[in-house]
């Protein structure tokens, strides 16, 4: 009888061991893979998403640089200059290649290698359209270079900025997919570590008290895990906020505490007060976007440092939900986009600049040969459809080469300059001028009354005999010779000038400085 009982409690024994073995198996089991995951997911979240967003805006930084170093090739004279900056294109394209490399060698998904594919294939569609504008410099067509730069090359540069924030874009979501799984993760960890607890204590103490390690294990695993992630928002350079579903601030980074000025213990459970007054409508708007949505949601605005200050700011911002699909968090990045602004402005008067050398003489400042011919198409063509007539008067300075023989050519250039600035001041306010080549300018203009035209070009011509040019050696007197013409029909802008030239010929012959008129 005994020996049967003791054969009962060893069998209850053996079945409590192998109960006790099954849960530890289980239990082990169970807690090992989501350890197993959350780590996976942690070091996911580092060498995926910051990575390639880091990498990604960084490329866009060079690319930023890179085409203002192709309007400095288009800008500088010096041979020296357009070296240097060619070689910092160069420079600049190998940055932007190596953060591409960053982008392949990390970014996960094929929707992400499909956006990196994308970006590399632009970017190597740029070479041939950087290889174009450096040749038309060496040939010393910096007109069409800057064409180019202003046309083509901003255009393939705005693209290739899309391309970027793509790429950093799509990091961001992954970055949050995947803090969603950490979190479900730790939750199915806690419910799976306290089941298991509960069903030790009913078997066995020592079944407790093995399962009570286990779970202590797993938190302290758990733990480290939040220490990680506590360090990768500590490295974030942009400012960020986290703030409860209510609004309340429960976390800063160091980037926010340094541009902003308040610290975490001055506003925690608190709402920052840093929204401008001008502001607080399209924050709460896109705040209510947020919540409605739980998507991404992305807006410019400014904000109010702890000392009035006011920042342009990009604000970037995305959710946190719990297990049951609730908003538990709101994540919000602060970019600063004063610099971006100022970058913008500063292209915008650098093409304003490189519009109007792509226009205009380089020494005295009126329009080129080629404006002024475009000029000259235009109110042809407006001339013709509200069938008025145009004049055009082809001038020649009469023996400016003696001018620059006896005087210098820089004094030469003087008198070109001071030329135009009696021209300008004489003509009408809508009449057109410009440098045709060497000591040739051309005038149009438009609406012109025969009864008045050889009015016009006699002033012209005796304000120049009757005026002294300033040089820096000196007043020198010149004249000048004018060959003019009226359109007829549907005559071509060439027609016209080739019908001024004759005119201007058969002045010249005359004795100069007077009036030719074309037959």
Request: hydrophobic share 40%; proline share 2%.
């Amino acid at each position: 009888m005994i020996k049967a009982k003791q054969l009962n409690i060893m069998r209850y024994l053996m079945l409590g061991f192998c109960a006790l073995i099954s849960i530890f198996i289980l239990f082990s089991a169970f807690t090992l893979y989501d350890i197993h995951r959350v780590s996976n997911l942690s070091r996911t979240i580092y060498n995926h998403p910051l990575v390639v967003s880091n990498a990604a805006l960084q490329a866009d930084v060079y690319i930023t640089k890179m085409h203002r170093s192709m309007k400095d090739v288009v800008l500088f004279d010096s041979s020296s200059r357009i070296k240097q900056s060619i070689e910092a294109v160069n420079e600049e394209e190998e940055q932007v290649y190596r953060h591409l490399n960053i982008v392949k060698k990390n970014i996960l998904g094929e929707e992400g290698k499909a956006l990196e594919n994308e970006a590399r294939k632009l970017f190597d569609e740029w070479r041939p359209i950087r290889n174009k504008v450096i040749r038309l410099v060496h040939n010393d067509q910096r007109e069409n270079a800057a064409k180019i730069t202003i046309g083509d090359g901003a255009n393939h540069v705005a693209l290739l900025e899309v391309k970027m924030l793509g790429l950093t874009n799509y990091a961001l979501n992954k970055a949050s997919e995947f803090t969603h799984k950490t979190e479900r993760v730790y939750s199915r960890l806690k419910v799976t570590s306290i089941f298991f607890l509960l069903l030790g204590i009913f078997i066995s103490i020592l079944v407790a008290i093995f399962t009570l390690k286990k779970t202590r294990s797993a938190e302290i695993e758990l733990q480290d895990s939040k220490e990680r992630l506590k360090a990768i928002l500590f490295a974030i350079p942009d400012p960020l906020v986290i703030y409860s579903n209510q609004g309340e601030t429960e976390y800063l980074n160091p980037a926010f505490v340094k541009v902003f000025g308040w610290s975490l213990d001055e506003l925690r459970g608190k709402r920052i007060p840093f929204v401008p007054d001008d502001q607080k409508q399209i924050t709460s708007e896109k705040l209510k976007e947020l919540l409605g949505s739980g998507n991404n949601v992305q807006f410019e605005t400014k904000r109010l440092t702890k000392n009035g200050s006011s920042l342009d700011v990009i604000i970037s911002t995305s959710c946190i939900k719990n297990p049951n699909a609730e908003i538990s968090k709101l994540v919000v990045i602060l970019k600063d986009s004063t610099y971006q602004k100022q970058a913008k402005k500063e292209l915008e008067l650098l093409n304003f600049k490189l519009k109007h050398e792509a226009t205009h003489d380089p020494l005295t400042g009126a329009l080129n040969r080629r404006a002024i011919l475009d000029n000259l198409t235009k109110e042809l063509i407006r001339a013709k459809r509200r069938n008025t007539k145009i004049s055009i008067g082809l001038c020649d300075i009469d023996h400016f080469k003696l001018v620059n023989d006896k005087h210098g050519h820089q004094v030469g250039d003087d008198v070109l300059c001071s030329f135009v600035k009696v021209m300008q001041n004489t003509l009408r306010p809508y009449d057109i001028l410009g440098r045709y080549g060497g000591e040739e300018f051309l005038f149009v203009l438009p609406d012109a009354v025969v009864s008045a035209e050889k009015m016009i070009y006699e002033r012209l011509r005796a304000k120049i005999a009757g005026h002294k040019m300033i040089t820096r050696s000196g007043d020198v007197s010149i004249t000048i010779s004018i060959g003019i013409t009226s359109n007829r029909g549907d005559e071509t802008a060439d027609a016209m000038i080739a019908r001024a030239d004759v005119a201007l010929y058969r002045a010249k012959k005359n004795g100069r400085n007077q009036l030719g008129f074309a037959d």
